[in-house]
């Protein structure tokens, strides 16, 4: 949804219907993940994808075919034994579901909460013995309250149960649930939040690792206490800068899993009390700029703060992948390839 919701806010801003395709599962290897959608206007304009170019005339003329009245609908993608290379197919081998429908007002309720940055879970009937659910929804806030239903209260207590667990683990796709009239499979498509970038720095490698992070979706904050480093023109693509001690803002910060810090400023006063706070929060990745030297002195002064070996032990220094990097922008990229590896864990 993040990725079409601007298009999909000016076409309903202009009266237009829209129909929706969503990714609700994947098997083997396939172009796009669970969640990856592709939104059509009335008038015909697109916007997203759902498979990298493999299959979207079929789901494009699916959803034109939504819009003239037709009732939601799950396709299937992929190559089989009954299957051959002349039919629609991914050419990666892997197979994916499809689900079209036309935007309703739980989707509206959705890209509402995704553009404010809201935690939201949105749970779909795609396939049941008892054609009247098909399509049925449930929206799942943060805080519990919901907005919908999927047509039976025990459905609907079924799905709140796994999408507040799933909200909390970050993560979408499909249940099968009993109800009065047979069973019922229930897509749940949980938007969380993009994850969030700190930065402890304003230097040189800062300027191109903030507009790479933005990039890929990050939430970059970058924090200084020097006014001379932090300033607009030197970091146009911060979402936040803020000019104040490190180690202060984040011991007021939201720090997640969602959450990666990279350390910058290779100075001590900066760097030791704002890794002791990074490193007794829960973050997924916490990385540091300096030489061994520097990391044996820094690493000393963390154990005279209180940081145990264990906490230590979780600085990814010398900061990135090892890339041979020499410039900024090379850095940046090892930087940002080590933070991206390591939230999908293939860094330890």
Not at 90 to 96: H, N, P, Q, T
Not at 258 to 285: C, E, G, M, Q, W
């Amino acid at each position: 949804m993040r990725d079409v919701v601007d298009d999909i806010e000016r076409w309903r801003a202009s009266g237009e219907r829209v129909a929706l395709a969503t990714v609700v599962s994947v098997t083997g290897s396939a172009p796009r993940g669970i969640g990856a959608m592709l939104a059509v206007s009335e008038g015909g304009e697109i916007s997203g994808s759902v498979s990298g170019g493999c299959v979207e005339p079929a789901v494009i003329e699916e959803e034109l075919r939504t819009l003239r009245a037709s009732p939601p609908k799950l396709l299937q993608f992929g190559i089989t034994e009954e299957q051959n290379v002349e039919r629609i197919g991914l050419s990666c081998g892997g197979e994916i579901r499809v689900f079209v429908e036309r935007m309703d007002d739980a989707h509206e309720a959705l890209a509402q909460a995704v553009r404010a940055g809201q935690p939201a879970a949105l749970a779909t009937v795609i396939a049941s013995d008892s054609p009247q659910f098909l399509g049925r929804k449930l929206l799942v806030r943060e805080d519990g309250q919901t907005l919908g239903s999927l047509g039976e209260p025990s459905l609907d207590a079924l799905a709140l149960a796994d999408a507040t667990v799933m909200l909390r683990q970050g993560a979408s796709g499909t249940r099968q649930y009993p109800s009065e009239s047979g069973q019922c499979e229930i897509f749940i498509d949980v938007h969380a939040p993009p994850p969030t970038l700190i930065i402890v720095g304003a230097g040189h490698v800062s300027i191109p690792l903030a507009k790479l992070a933005k990039v890929l979706g990050y939430h970059v904050v970058v924090v200084d206490a020097r006014e001379a480093f932090a300033t607009r023109e030197r970091l146009p693509d911060a979402d936040e800068l803020l000019v104040e001690w490190p180690d202060e803002v984040l011991a007021r910060l939201p720090l997640t899993r969602a959450t990666a810090i990279a350390v910058l400023t290779h100075d001590d006063k900066f760097d030791v009390p704002a890794l002791a706070v990074a490193l007794r929060s829960n973050v997924s990745y916490v990385g540091a700029i300096g030489s061994r030297s520097t990391r044996e002195r820094r690493d000393a002064r963390l154990r005279e703060a209180g940081v145990t070996d264990e906490q230590i032990a979780r600085i990814h220094g010398p900061i990135g992948l090892d890339l041979g990097a020499r410039v900024p922008e090379e850095i940046a990229l090892a930087i940002l390839a080590q933070i991206v590896a390591v939230r999908n864990g293939r860094v330890p």
